[in-house]
């Protein structure tokens, strides 16, 4: 004869996605994904030539001539803004314990992620590097002289 | 508990740093003299002073976010996780010896700007 009693540890939820675990788990891939491409970021932008004051648009429009750096950018984008948003969720659920505050701060979160994801990609995937009128010495020398 | 205090306060720095980051980027497709009007504002002592807290503030975030995920995932990692933090601050110290020269000598040299 045997008698049957519930795990103690049993998980109260049954079925649905696990969005907590899901969310852990992104904190620990993108964190990896960006030590590289924040840093690969950082140096070629702060580090080698003559840092922060060699950059200015014609900087900017010959890194962006490249798909390389388009796709790195906008995996930074993507990768980080999630990664900083979620990491804000977490402080919102630990310091804001008023319910309403709770929820309009998680709204802010949400609706300025999106802005700015869907501005961000806009950007880089619709950028002209070469825009027609601008001066020629603001644009990188490889545009065509008028 | 300081690593726990010192990821969330550089997150949150890196976080607000990001959000400006982006949006001042965007005015790339704006115009060229828009991008270089807002990118010049970078370009004094006092931001330069910034940067080195912004890069001691990722390099921070990204090594004890190393150390996390080998708390997590490395079944020894709960074991060394106090030997680990002093790892990050000592890999820490060692790349920002490194970094702070290089990046001064930019801020502060005449040339090009």
Known sequence: MSVTIDSPRAPRRTGGVNWEKWGWLYMRVSGALLVVLIFGHLIVNLVVGEGVKAIDFAFVAGKYASPFWMIWDFAMLWLALIHGANGMRTLVNDYAANPTVNKVLKFALAGSTAVLLLLGTLVIFTFDPCPAGASADLLPSFCPVP | ?113
């Open chain 2, 1 to 113: 508990m300081w690593s726990w205090v010192l990821h969330r306060i550089t997150g949150v720095a890196i976080y607000f740093f990001l959000l400006v980051h982006l949006l001042d980027t965007a005015l790339i497709r704006v115009s060229p003299e828009a991008y270089n009007a807002v990118i010049g504002t970078y370009k004094n002592p006092i931001m330069g002073i910034g940067e080195l807290g912004l890069v001691g503030a990722i390099l921070f975030h990204a090594l004890n976010g190393l150390r996390i995920i080998l708390i997590d995932f490395w079944q020894l990692g709960t074991k060394y996780h106090r030997a680990m933090f002093y790892v990050v601050i000592g890999v820490w110290l060692v790349l920002m010896i490194g970094f702070t020269p290089r990046h001064l000598i930019n801020v502060f040299s005449e040339g090009a700007v």
